[in-house]
């Protein structure tokens, strides 16, 4: 089974600058979720989507921040403008339709795009 | 504020030995707790979990023990082994809802030869 894809794995930018990340979730999977991971600290939600639905995007800086789950499949996640602290791991990951059970709590991760804004 | 805590930033094992992980979590309303690994430039794999309806769940060399009362889990690793060298982040959630994951910073965990 195809894990999480995600793309670039990596990009340097210079701040006010704009980026764009790319997610494929495993096939089937109904959840998909973007988390930002700061060096140092655990990852945070940034934006958790249903099929192509917004579920919880709180934590986003909607200021700069934008996703979006077209046809309920891949997501895009985009920056503009850029500052210093955007620097993180943006990890895609997804998981099957909540109230299955245990299996549905389980959250599969993309291996990450590493941005550097500087 | 931080509802999933990781107060150990690193520890330090010898191969063989057993590796303790601690958590802590502050709200009550979690009912599944999960372990993640994660490598260098690797994205976080998922390692064990647990319900709140358990206090032990076992997978090989790998325990995780839940204390309701005291909002405490840690995961039991034995025998350590090099390859378990590794961050370790801690993750709850309230199942019935919209699987929202919270992480604690993570331990970095070195097994020593």
């Known amino acids: 089974e195809a894990g999480v894809a995600q793309s670039p794995r990596y990009k340097i930018i210079e701040k006010r600058q704009s980026v764009a990340f790319w997610c494929n979730p495993i096939?089937?999977?109904?959840?998909l979720y973007w988390y930002q991971q700061i060096l140092g600290q655990g990852p945070k939600l940034l934006i958790q989507?249903?099929?192509?639905?917004?579920v919880d995007d709180s934590q986003l800086p909607k200021d700069r921040f934008s996703a979006e789950r077209l046809k309920g499949v891949d997501s895009t996640l985009k920056i503009q403008p850029a500052k210093l602290e955007d620097s993180a791991v943006y990890l895609c990951?997804?998981?099957?339709?909540w109230g299955q059970g245990e299996a549905g709590n389980t959250i599969y991760f993309g291996e990450g795009s590493w941005l550097t804004v500087v | 504020d931080q509802q999933v805590k990781q107060n150990s930033p690193s520890l330090s094992v010898q191969e063989g030995r057993i590796s303790i992980l601690n958590c802590d979590y502050t709200n009550s309303m979690f009912d599944y707790f999960l372990w993640y690994k994660k490598y260098p430039a690797e994205g976080p794999t998922f390692l064990i979990s647990i319900s709140s309806i358990k206090d032990k769940n076992e997978d090989g060399r790998f325990t995780v023990f839940l204390n309701k009362s005291a909002k405490h889990l840690s995961l039991h690793i034995v025998p350590s082994q090099p390859g378990d060298s590794a961050v370790y982040f801690c993750a709850a959630s309230v199942s019935w809802g919209a699987q929202k994951l919270v992480f604690g910073q993570g331990t970095r965990l070195t097994i020593n030869p």
């Open positions: 096939s089937g999977h109904a959840t």
């Open positions: 990951a997804s998981s099957p339709d």
């Open positions: 989507f249903q099929n192509n639905g917004v």
